[in-house]
């Protein structure tokens, strides 16, 4: 038992089979240790995802996140068999960077990252590199707004800073500097014996043998390969990203390279006084901007100079909607790349999901590489056989309503009630609207979470009370735990809830 009271290991109950998955409460991000026990009760640790993200209102770090991970490692004693990284958010990776001294004293035996992180990939490489160049560029463009800021830079640049994760002051224009990048490089080369294995739905993944010889079984469903037409048409982010805020280039500490328009579109007048206005621009330039709808010829220049500054403020007024629709394409393509990874052991399934969206699930649940937009169709025969025997859920996306299916969430649980886990932080982004129910853009979002506990013990991290330093931390949504399945149980923890299966 660690100094805290947490136990390294434990006796199975009845029907138990020797899992244990220790969900902590650090807000709005995942951390994950999932314990199992080998045939001599020895337990072999498995973390999947460390991290943590302020979010829009900035409320989403309850600054737990550093005594959760000196937890697991007095809990783990130093030692994890396997270190799972879903995707590259902040808040999946921010504790790697956050507490780098405390994961560089581990030992670990295997790292595993979706195919998207690989640095032997050239399609990967391209893309991530086109991603670090799209979300700096958006960085330097929401520092520029300072106070002009608007609700819509606000979102736009919360998704992008956790993309990138926080950068230092003054470095917004050196790629790398955000604390994701940081995350990644001791990921990928902080553990000298140690290389992560990159995966795609369908490979077969390299367990430890210690997890071998325990009876772990895993199969990784998710992100599509990078051949999948739906993620093919997501690397250049310079079109289907940058397009909406025009050329996004190397990172180069201006602005310019947010403008509506690019520099071989602009003139500056002053440089050559000797021109007229008129002459500057073709006859029809701001006719539809000036009130009357006259011809060029007939504008007078007071007239002409009132359209053209319309013409201006209109422009400036989408900048931020643009900026916003760049974000989010930004973070959901990020969400898509999600590992997805389903653990087998002595009869027992666990799926972890990550924040995975509309094109992973689709390519398993369907068993395709091409988008479908139809709102029927038949689950593959293996997804319907997942879903239908699981024994543990980790929600997807925090509760978000666009990273669990509605069909997933209709066939989890027909034929036995499972555990599902859901780490989250109420109002981080976005609330229940009491006058517009549909409206959908809270996480959690209420109604899935709903179905989910029709269905399952449902356990959300901000129902429980933490310690953190002495101090208490309450629960956003406080709630008794749920009554669990027969054959497992919930405790709570100073910092965490536990699942026995």
């Excluded at 917004?172 to 140690?194: I, Q, R, W």
Aim: charged content about 25%.
């Amino acid at each position: 038992m660690s100094p805290d009271g947490s136990k390294t290991t434990w006796k199975p109950a009845a029907r138990e089979a020797g899992i244990r998955v220790r969900m902590y409460r650090v807000g709005f991000g995942d951390f994950f240790l999932v314990t199992f026990l080998d045939r001599n009760g020895k337990p072999l640790h498995v973390i999947v995802d460390c991290g943590v993200f302020r979010g829009k209102d900035q409320t989403g770090d309850l600054h737990s996140i550093e005594a959760a991970v000196s937890d697991m490692a007095q809990t783990t004693e130093g030692h994890v068999a396997l270190v799972v990284i879903t995707h590259r958010h902040a808040d999946h990776i921010a504790g790697f960077a956050r507490c780098e001294d405390a994961f560089r004293k581990l030992s670990v035996d295997a790292i595993w990252m979706p195919v998207w992180e690989s640095e032997y990939e050239p399609v990967a490489l391209k893309y991530q590199m086109e991603l670090t160049r799209t979300a700096l560029a958006l960085e330097q463009h929401f520092a520029a707004l300072g106070a002009d800021a608007t609700e819509a830079d606000a979102v736009a640049r919360a998704y992008m800073e956790n993309a990138i994760g926080e950068v230092p002051t003054g470095a917004s224009a050196v790629a790398g500097k955000g604390t994701n990048a940081k995350a990644l490089e001791l990921l990928k080369h902080g553990f000298a014996d140690t290389k992560p294995q990159y995966y795609k739905s369908g490979d077969k993944p390299e367990l430890p043998q210690a997890l071998v010889d325990a009876g772990l079984e895993c199969e990784i469903l998710g992100p599509p390969p990078v051949t999948a037409l739906e993620l093919m048409k997501l690397m250049n982010l310079q079109k289907n990203v940058g397009q909406y805020l025009a050329a996004v280039g190397q990172a180069s500490g201006s602005t310019d390279d947010l403008k509506p328009f690019g520099s071989e579109w602009e003139i500056d007048p002053a440089l050559e006084p000797e021109k007229s206005e008129r002459e500057f621009y073709t006859p029809e330039s701001f006719r539809e901007w000036n009130e009357e709808r006259k011809s060029w010829g007939d504008i007078t220049g007071e007239e002409a100079t009132r359209a053209r500054l319309k013409m201006e403020a209109n422009l400036q007024q989408l900048q931020p909607a643009a900026a916003l629709t760049a974000a989010k394409q930004l973070n959901t393509f990020l969400n898509n790349q999600s590992l997805v990874v389903l653990f087998k052991f002595k009869g027992k399934k666990l799926l972890f999901v990550g924040d995975a969206q509309a094109g992973n699930w689709e390519h398993w649940l369907f068993d395709t590489d091409v988008p479908d937009k139809k709102a029927g169709g038949e689950l593959s025969t293996d997804a319907r056989q997942i879903l239908t025997s699981l024994d543990f859920y980790k929600v997807g996306h925090h509760g978000s309503g666009n990273a669990t299916p509605k069909v997933a969430a209709e066939t989890m649980g027909k034929q036995q009630k499972f555990i599902s886990m859901c780490s989250t932080q109420a109002d981080v982004y976005g609330n229940e609207d009491p006058d517009n129910p549909a409206k959908g853009t809270e996480v959690p979002r209420l109604p899935l979470l709903e179905k989910l506990a029709s269905e399952s013990a449902l356990v959300r991290s901000d129902q429980i009370s933490i310690t953190v330093n002495e101090k208490e931390i309450e629960a956003k949504v406080a709630a008794p735990l749920p009554a669990p399945p027969p054959g497992s149980r919930l405790e709570k923890g100073t910092l965490w809830v536990d699942c026995y299966l």
